[in-house]
Nanobody, 124 residues
Framework: QVQLDESGGGLVQAGGSLRLSCAASDVTFSNYNMGWFRQTPGKEREFVAA????????SYADSVEGRFTTSRDNANNMLYLQMNSLRPEDTAVYYCAATSRQFLATMAAEYDYWGQGTQVTVSS
């Protein structure tokens, strides 16, 4: 069982930056590929980014490509999402997730463990 805990959300003006963190409880954190998703009220959870267990491979949604960067620190069981050039449409609750699947999953149903989410609000 992997427990995930996101932090770093908040209110930021358009064009600003935020860095989200996700702390994992499992000492086998490096066994998991990880992902970031976001969700707004009334909509399905949307893929944002994914990173392989080694950190060497990443995948991004078209809407965030070039603005967001995900990384991980396996020694400290940490996952990060650096968000730059934020836009009002990036406003959402952001979730980190872990999957045992051996590919960079982009669908929420492919992830096994989820954090509780952190709110990101971008004002115009």
């Amino acid at each position: 069982q992997v427990q995930l805990d996101e932090s770093g959300g908040g209110l930021v003006q358009a064009g600003g930056s935020l860095r989200l963190s996700c702390a994992a409880s499992d000492v086998t954190f490096s066994n998991y590929n990880m992902g970031w998703f976001r969700q707004t009220p009334g909509k399905e959870r949307e893929f944002v980014a994914a990173i392989s267990w080694s950190g060497r491979r990443t995948s991004y949604a078209d809407s965030v490509e070039g603005r967001f960067t995900t990384s991980r620190d396996n020694a400290n069981n940490m996952l990060y999402l650096q968000m730059n050039s934020l836009r009002p449409e990036d406003t959402a609750v952001y979730y980190c997730a872990a999957t045992s699947r051996q590919f960079l999953a982009t669908m929420a149903a492919e992830y096994d463990y989820w954090g509780q989410g952190t709110q990101v609000t971008v004002s115009s």
